[in-house]
């Protein structure tokens, strides 16, 4: 028997083109996944990434409840009155405020060195009114400086209690708003003291703060406005309240 000699099988170098094919393709498919990459990638910043809304003034400038002064300003009468009525008044709805939100003393300070003719007449007669009010055994007596004698000084009635108050100081401009130089003002943002004297207004008209907090409950019904209605639904009629109108010219406003 003679002896051969084997030479590569075709079989295999088919085999080796085939894987090589193979390859070429899985990588140029990557070649291509790796070139779209950037491209989603910035799809997704864009969104991630879209341009501020300009926020809200109330988050900027927040109306917050705080331990804070009252205070009022109480003009005595000159030497030989007594308080109108309308101070009185004042003064009791400024301990009726204390009874309910204040802590601590209501401090008076009396002026020193003030030409306005009260006197002592007029300093007795606000401790009187306070102790009228029901604060008789919760004031703390005190005086300061009068800075121009010719001014009205009035005594200051003060007391430390809860506030509604704007977090924060207005007046404050942390950026330039004519940046000519550099682009912060391009930006579609309000300004930052923007809404702050608005808020602080709103604080001041707040009667009560702890309605900020809880809501107050509702009062009782009107018994007879209900009556009213069942009784007109029995007898089919409407319930509603009719309100008669009348019209008046203007010309014939000023005639006679």
Not at 25 to 41: E, H
Not at 149 to 160: G, Q
Not at 234 to 250: F, L, M, N
Request: aromatic share 8%.
């Amino acid at each position: 028997m003679s002896e051969h000699t084997l030479a590569p099988s075709r079989g295999v170098s088919f085999d080796a083109k085939k894987n090589r094919r193979r390859i070429a393709r899985i990588a140029a498919r990557t070649v291509a996944f790796l070139a779209l990459l950037p491209l989603g990638a910035c799809g997704y910043n864009k969104i991630a990434q879209a341009p501020e809304v300009a926020y809200d003034y109330r988050d900027r400038h927040p109306v917050v409840l705080a331990e804070a002064e009252h205070t009022i300003d109480v003009f005595p009468p000159p030497q030989g009155r007594r308080l109108d009525t309308e101070t009185y008044s004042r003064i009791r709805d400024f301990v009726a405020r204390y009874r309910t939100l204040g802590r601590g003393k209501i401090t008076v300070l009396a002026p020193v060195g003030a030409d306005n003719g009260s006197g002592r007449t007029g300093l007795d007669e606000i401790r009187h009114a306070l102790a009228s009010a029901g604060a008789e055994h919760s004031i703390f007596l005190g005086t300061y400086p009068v800075a121009d004698p010719s001014l009205a000084a009035p005594v200051r009635l003060s007391f430390v209690g809860m506030k509604a108050k704007v977090k924060g100081a207005c007046g404050e401009w942390p950026d330039d708003l004519a940046s000519g130089s550099s682009l912060d003002g391009w930006q579609n943002k309000t300004y930052w003291n923007f809404g702050c004297a608005n808020q602080t207004t709103l604080a001041a008209q707040i009667a009560d703060p702890r309605d900020l907090a809880t809501p107050r409950g509702e009062t009782p019904a009107d018994i007879e406005t209900r009556m009213r209605a069942i009784n007109n639904v029995r007898k089919g009629s409407d319930p509603s309240v009719t309100w008669a109108t009348k019209s008046t010219s203007i010309s014939g406003v000023g005639g006679n």
